[in-house]
Each structure stands twice: as C-alpha cells, then as structure tokens.
C-alpha cells in the first residue's frame, strides 16, 4: 500500500516535470527562432554584439552596421512590407542608432529567461531520476505481487491437506469422547479457502446430524475437546498444557477424556490443571498449594508412580 502511494506521488511529480519540461523546450525553440527570423541572428550573437557595442563604440559600431546591414537585405527579401513600412538607415546613422534599432528588435522577441538552459538540465536530470525511481516501484511492486500468488497457492495446497487430515482425526476423537455418534468439518465457501469460515457438524449418540450450536453445554464443550485433539494430533508437540479442560465434563464423559489422554501420552507429556479425582489418578506427579498457616502459602509435589 505505502509502495502504491509512493508510485502515485512520483507519477504526479513526474507529469509536472514533464510539462514544465515541454514548456522550456517550447520557449527555448521560439526564442532561438525568433532571433533567426528578425535579426537573422542567434541569440548568444545578438546579445554579444550588443555587449560588444555598448563597451567600444568604434570597434562595435562596423559590426553591428555590417550585421544590420544583412538584417535589411533579409528584410527586404523575406518581408517586402516591413521593408516598406521600415525606412532604411541612413549611411551616416551613428553606431547608437544601430544599438537603439537592435535593442528595438531585441525588445521585441519579448522577455529573455537566460536561466531556461540551467532549468531545462535541472529538471531532465529530475526527470530521469523519477523514471528510474517509477520503474523500480513498479518492478518492486510486481515482484511483490508474484510472491503473493505464490504464497497464496502454497497456503492453499497445505491447507487442504491440513483440513482434510484434521477432518479425519476429528472423526475419530469425537466416537472417542461421545462413545460413538458422528462429526465432521466443512467450508463455508469452497471458492476461496484461505478466508472461509468453517462450520461444526455434530451428532451425538442417538441424536441427528445438527450444528454445534443447536448442541447442550456439556455436548458443547466435549465436541471443543474433541476438534482440540484432533487438531492436536495433526501435528503433535512434545507437551501440551490444558487448563481445567475437564471441568463443564460429568463423571461418564471425564472417564472417556482420560482415556484419550492415556491414548496420547506415549508421544505428548499433559501438563493438566485440574480439580477432578479422576483427572488426577492418571497423573504421573501432583503439584499443589495449600495454606497451612492464614496467609502462607505452601507448595507440595507428590510422585503417583
């Protein structure tokens, strides 16, 4: 996201250099156009004759006559009715008159921006800088989106392994912990695994296929225990801590959650807190915390085995 607002900033700068750009290029080409056109003349030599004139007028003053000179000859040819409307220069006209008729002319091409070249370097440096810049967001950008995709089809191909062998293993826990009856997991929406929800389906012994929902307290939480354990088993760790897990379960129901434990024990050491006698006959060790004393804590460990 930040990338994307990043590209769309230097696109926008990168639009205004590129007019401003235009702009320079435009007015650099219609200056030096001018010059040609009236003076017959480049800029850089209209501007040194006059400098040149201004600070000698003798040597200037033969220049700048040959210059206008050829300037009238143009004239004439190029533009018959400035020539007419424009009286030729006496021959005896002082090398002043010739200055005041180039700066006339000079005048006439309009305001001069001497800085337009600097500008123009500047702003095509700029310019090549946020090309680059633009391509490497968007390069970066596509790189980004392709390790995506590729994510996404990895994700999905492990989940489907995940959720299929999880469905299975809850199948069995589930007869495990009811004595029988049947359950099963399924996507809500099939087309696009990774965000859909999953729905609980469960039918106790002598009861029909319903949701989790419609299921009683005790049912509830044994059917919980059950997706636990499968989930559990789909991918072991080496010890597994449960708090009170056992505690909305009643005598028949505890019985059959300490044989799964039983069952799961070999590979997995539970670490269980509990207050059911029957939880704790199948513990290895018992820790407890009793007060012998008001306010004073005592800690007791006891070995069953």
Known sequence: ???????????????????????????????????????????????????????????????????LAGEEEADDSEEPADAIAEPAIA???????????????????????????DQFDELSTRHQFLTTQRKDLTDSIEATVDTIKKIDETSKVRFREAFASIKENFQGTFSTLFGGGHATIALLDESDILESGIEVVAS?????????????GGEKALTAIALMFAIFKYKPSPFCVLDEIDAPLDDANIGRFVEMLQSMQEHTQFIIITHSRKTMEIADRLYGVTMEEPGVSKLISIELN
Not at 42 to 63: F, I, M, N, P
């Open 1 to 67: 996201r930040d990338a994307r607002k990043a590209l769309e900033t230097i696109h926008s700068e990168l639009s205004e250099l590129e007019v401003a750009r235009a702009t320079q290029e435009s007015h650099l080409a219609h200056l030096a156009q001018s010059c040609v056109d009236s003076l017959q003349l480049t800029l850089d030599e209209v501007v040194a004759e006059v400098q040149q004139s201004s600070s000698s007028e003798d040597g200037g003053g033969a220049r700048l006559e040959g210059e």
């Open 91 to 117: 021959a005896s006209a002082t090398p002043e008159e010739h200055i005041s008729r180039l700066r006339h002319k000079i005048d006439r091409l309009g305001p001069v921006n001497m800085m337009a070249i």
């Open 204 to 216: 106790p012994p002598g009861k029909r296929l319903q949701s989790v929902q419609l299921l009683s």
